[in-house]
Nanobody, 112 residues
């Protein structure tokens, strides 16, 4: 049974930081491309960042220079370090494995 469990979301002030984690089980983690997506109220779910098995990363323009995706294959975990957060970053953040499996999501709210 595949499980992706996100954690680390919360309420933060503009300019603050959060680190999201996604612990995977039931998959051969090291061979999967992992991604972080987000969905704001009234919007479609969109890719934020991805990382290949070899460590190549990809970011959407609005988060470049502020967010960093990384993975620890020994821990079957992918991370999203989010710095300089803005109110527009407010969304539910989802972990994704190879465009096949999804986590349940974790809420990130950026507000004064």
């Amino acid at each position: 049974q595949v499980q992706l469990v996100e954690s680390g979301g919360g309420l933060v002030q503009p300019g603050g930081s959060l680190r999201l984690s996604c612990a995977a089980s039931g998959i051969i983690f090291r061979i999967y491309t992992m991604g972080w997506y987000r969905q704001a109220p009234g919007s479609v779910r969109e890719l934020v960042a991805s990382i290949t098995p070899g460590g190549k990363t990809n970011y959407v323009d609005p988060v470049k220079g502020r967010f960093t995706i990384s993975r620890d294959n020994a821990k079957n975990t992918v991370y999203l370090q989010m710095n300089s957060l803005k109110p527009d970053d407010t969304a539910v953040y989802y972990c994704n494995a190879n465009n096949l499996y999804w986590g349940q999501g974790t809420q990130v709210t950026v507000s004064p």
